[in-house]
């Protein structure tokens, strides 16, 4: 593997020695990195809120040049009448971004690299040994059987599970197609470090649009797994008014509409009211089944009968 520590390029006004004698400034790192689809453009609506609300400047990008598929991910570039001008060209970027409070982060956002990923892995792994990072917090949303007239829910995984509290993870395991990001939480997981994702899930049938909501329930929930202050008003919280306005409207114009979402609606209270009922179930943990297994076990040494016991 080529040195993953030569994929990054620290912008020119930005230090790296002092921002190593910094290192644990900044116990949290966010992932906005995109993955297979940006259900809701969520991830592009929190990076708005993100870097549009709140003091913070870029130190510095990634090669994208290594890592980017520019022929199956066509950047877009005007033409104007007779010469091209204005290539948006992609980027993946690490900000140092202050909350509410106050308080340092770092933010990775961009597209999912699509070459080099164990390579990339391990440049973000160095980067987070670099600022001492404590924590890994990675933002997702993708598309579910879920009404738009519900809170949105938000699922978790982690790289170890007690990380979640008692935040829910997917109910089964599955083979899937990875994405960078999961290879990423797997990869620094293995290193040691601490990774929480949270996933809002965003109803299907307005995946393809901005979906506000999602996006405000991300930042909502973040100060549980980060402490860090990242209040959803302002102009996020306007596009979601609107938005329900517009998709309510709509909704109304169809019988056929309503009663698919009133069935969402059904199978949504079913999920949260199992989910209740399992949250409030005395379920020992593993350590707990743990300890009881090595007591039986004991229990079973103490009952063997001693040598001068047994019959001749």
């Known amino acids: 593997m080529l040195d993953p520590s030569a994929l990054f390029n ?25 993955s297979f689809a940006d259900a809701g453009e969520t991830r592009k609506l929190v990076e708005e809120r993100l870097l549009d609300g709140f003091a913070n400047h870029r130190l510095g990008t990634f090669d994208i040049d290594q890592l980017f598929d520019y022929a199956g991910h066509r950047p877009q570039i005007v ?4 010469h091209f001008k204005h290539f948006e060209a992609p980027e993946i970027a690490l900000h140092e971004v202050t ?6 982060f770092l933010l990775l956002s961009g597209p999912e690299p699509a070459l080099q990923w164990e ?9 987070v040994d670099v600022f001492d990072v404590k924590r890994v917090v990675f933002l997702q949303a993708m598309p579910a059987p879920a009404p738009h007239t519900r809170p949105v829910y938000v699922s978790g995984f982690a790289s170890d599970p007690a990380l979640l509290g008692d935040r829910g993870g997917m109910p089964g395991t599955f083979q899937m197609s990875a994405s960078f990001g999961s290879l990423l939480t797997l ?9 929480v994702g949270l996933v809002a899930h965003v109803p299907y049938y307005l995946a393809e649009g901005e979906y506000p909501d999602a996006a405000i329930a991300l930042l909502n929930q973040v100060g549980s797994v980060s402490g860090l202050e990242l209040p959803s008003g302002g102009r996020l919280a306007q596009a979601s008014a609107a938005n329900r306005g517009l998709v309510d409207a709509q909704v109304t114009q169809s019988e056929e509409v309503q009663a698919v979402i009133g069935r969402l609606e059904s199978q949504y209270e079913q999920f949260m009211s199992q989910r209740a009922l399992v949250s409030k179930a005395n379920v020992p943990s593993a350590d707990e ?3 009881e297994v090595e007591e039986f076990l004991k229990g079973l040494d103490d009952d063997e009968p001693d040598d001068g016991d047994q019959e001749a």
């Open 79 to 82: 033409f104007d009448h007779d």
């Open 289 to 291: 089944i743990g300890a």
């Open 10 to 34: 620290w912008s020119p006004y930005v230090d790296p020695a002092d921002r190593a004698r910094q290192s644990g400034d900044h116990p949290t790192l966010l992932v906005t990195m995109g």
């Open 119 to 127: 390579r990339m892995a391990a440049a973000v792994n160095h980067l």
């Open 187 to 195: 990869r620094l997981g293995e290193q040691g470090h601490e990774v």
């Open 99 to 104: 909350d509410g409070h106050g308080t340092r």
